[in-house]
């Protein structure tokens, strides 16, 4: 239930468990509600990962909860609630604050996940999905472009020079992309047919395969390419709720 300025905690969870089909993700962590904090939720603050720095500024900003990407108990992580997990957990816990977070499903959804965001920001129009769980898209740019101008678009677009691997005049018709660290979806990528695969880490095999497949890979940065989908998640609460969200952006050049 809401009343005005604040909505239910559980309430505010069943919203968006629905909203990002949660529940048919196989994930490497818990999505949803992680750490239970107040009933009434009238302040969030979102980010892409709930580091001790996003911590301290839900506190700063009276937050009644933190809404992020990237959360906490991520599979095969030491458990115990020890040293810098004590810290985080604990200044949390003493300031009462709910903490939701949504891996795959914020990767995943049609328009306000981490792909669709990126895409739209960059004027990609999306025609396909590819990947484990459809994580990833494919599309088209506003017109045929070059991979290096494509490289310098994206680097406009998200603040943040990318790193281009493959031929700078490669002409790009087709664009695969999915965000964050989805550079094992090369192969899947390049199954799409498309002229180029942008997504936000880069490893050592990935170059070794977009030299020998003639795929172009760009590498734009795991925070920079998964900011907007937790930003467009936010704005939706407040739209439907009229509850205060704020995105807070904790620089990270990886």
Same mark, same amino acid.
């Given at each position: ?16 468990? *629905? ?8 994930? %490497? ?45 991520? !599979? ?18 003493? $300031? ?5 977070? %949504? $891996? ?20 990609? *129009? ?11 898209? #494919? ?13 310098? =678009? ?16 490669? !002409? ?25 695969? #942008? *997504?936000?880490?880069? *490893?050592?095999?990935?170059? $070794? ?34 509850? =205060? ?10």
């Amino acid at each position: 239930m809401m009343s005005g300025d604040f909505v239910l905690r559980e309430d505010l969870r069943a919203d968006l468990d *629905s909203l990002l089909d949660a529940a048919r993700f196989r994930d %490497y962590c818990p999505n949803g509600l992680q750490v239970e904090g107040r009933e009434r939720v009238a302040r969030i603050v979102c980010g892409v990962t709930a580091c001790q720095a996003l911590v301290e500024a839900a506190i700063e900003r009276k937050a009644d909860a933190l809404l992020v990407h990237h959360g906490w108990f991520w !599979k095969a992580e030491d458990g115990r609630i020890t040293g810098f997990r004590k810290q985080r957990m604990a200044r949390l816990l003493a $300031h009462d604050i709910n903490l939701f977070a %949504y $891996h795959l499903p914020l990767d995943a959804h049609a328009t306000l996940g981490n792909n669709a965001q990126l895409g739209l920001r960059c004027g990609w *129009s999306i025609d396909g999905r590819f990947g484990d769980q459809d994580i990833g898209f #494919v599309g088209v740019p506003p017109a045929p472009t070059l991979a290096g101008d494509l490289a310098r =678009h994206v680097g406009q677009v998200l603040g943040r020079a990318p790193l281009l691997i493959g031929d700078a005049a490669r !002409k790009v018709e087709r664009i695969a992309w999915c965000s964050g660290g989805a550079q094992g979806y090369f192969e899947a990528a390049l199954a799409t047919g498309a002229d180029v695969f #942008v *997504s936000g880490e880069i *490893s050592e095999q990935t170059v $070794h395969l977009a030299r020998e497949t003639g795929m172009a890979f760009l590498a734009a940065g795991h925070h920079a390419t998964e900011r907007y989908g937790v930003m467009a998640l936010g704005a939706h609460l407040e739209g439907k709720f009229g509850i =205060h969200c704020e995105f807070v952006d904790i620089d990270n050049p990886a």
